[in-house]
């Protein structure tokens, strides 16, 4: 049975994971749109705050 902290642990490396491929995206195509450029921009923001979060989560 996986603990509280594994849980956080996986959910960490997905979430940063996701967050790197989605600034690996941005940083990869030179012909991105604003409205895209801006869309992945929040989903950004989304990702990193839930990774902050999550690490703060961690040290409790």
Not at 43 to 56: D, F, G, P, R, S
Request: hydrophobic fraction near 35%; aromatic fraction near 8%.
């Amino acid at each position: 049975m996986k603990t509280s902290k594994d849980k956080i642990e996986e959910t960490l490396s997905y979430y940063t994971f996701k967050s790197l491929e989605t600034l690996n995206f941005i940083n990869s195509n030179s012909n991105l749109t604003v409205e895209e450029i801006i869309e992945k921009a929040e989903e950004l923001a989304v990702l990193e705050y839930k990774i902050t979060a999550l690490e703060a989560a961690k040290e409790n």
